[in-house]
Antibody
Framework: QVQLQESGPGLVKPSQTLSLTCTVS??????????WSWIRQPAEKGLQWIGR???????NYNPSLKSRVTISIDTSKNQFSLNVNSVTAADTAVYYC????????????WGQGTLVTVSS | DIQMTQSPSSLSASVGDRVTITCRAS??????LNWYQQKPGRAPKLLIY???SLQSGVPSRFSASESGTDFTLTISSLQPEDFATYYC?????????FGGGTKVEIK
């Protein structure tokens, strides 16, 4: 079955760049009518959508993070990635990658999540 | 941004109880409303999409409805595995936004 797996450093220093990759297994990232999102959740708090990318390369970002976020996709590797620059402690969270259905725009498949801590 | 307001923020219920959670959108979102269940330490899981469509594999005790900008998730008979936090999310427009969550606890 299709699975998503986040990977990347668990600890990032303030002012540096947070970089995560989501690897899609079990199917081609280019198959079907999907988009690929990043969503985060600070400890004991709610969910915040960061942004999404289509296999065409089209992106949409949350305006609250837009100036610091870049999402990219590498269809040859079946991966998509997240970069958040100039991080602060407020960026400490569990980061999830997720697959969204283009019919309805709901996220029907999620990675297990990865904790990223911003600390010196 | 479209604000999603969930109520209550938490509730206590017993196994077998009927549970209702409400989500209100700050503007019209048509039927672009989804419900997710999240258990501690786990990723969210899609329960309902397009306001009232049950995701494949989700038990039929879960149902949902809409009335204007008000949306409701109902669990007809609460089971032990249903104790979790539930989130609504609008997918009408970006930025996609979530409600604050409703934690369903054991009474």
């Amino acid at each position: 079955q299709v699975q998503l797996q986040e990977s990347g450093p668990g600890l990032v220093k303030p002012s540096q760049t947070l970089s995560l990759t989501c690897t899609v297994s079990g199917d081609s990232i280019s198959s079907g009518n999907y988009f690929w999102s990043w969503i985060r959740q600070p400890a004991e708090k709610g969910l915040q959508w960061i942004g999404r990318i289509y296999t065409s390369g089209t992106t949409n970002y949350n305006p609250s993070l837009k100036s610091r976020v870049t999402i990219s996709i590498d269809t040859s590797k079946n991966q998509f990635s997240l970069n958040v620059n100039s991080v602060t402690a407020a960026d400490t969270a569990v980061y999830y990658c997720a697959r969204g259905a283009s019919s309805g725009w709901h996220h029907n498949l999620w990675g297990q999540g990865t904790l990223v801590t911003v600390s010196s | 941004d479209i604000q999603m307001t969930q109520s209550p923020s938490s509730l206590s219920a017993s196994v077998g109880d009927r549970v209702t959670i409400t989500c209100r959108a700050s503007q019209d979102i048509s039927s672009y409303l989804n419900w997710y269940q999240q258990k501690p330490g786990r990723a969210p899981k899609l329960l309902i999409y397009a306001a009232s469509s049950l995701q494949s594999g989700v038990p039929s005790r879960f149902s949902a409805s809409e009335s204007g900008t008000d949306f409701t998730l109902t669990i007809s008979s609460l089971q032990p595995e249903d104790f979790a936090t539930y989130y609504c999310q609008q997918s009408y427009t970006t930025p996609l936004t979530f409600g604050g969550g409703t934690k369903v606890e054991i009474k």
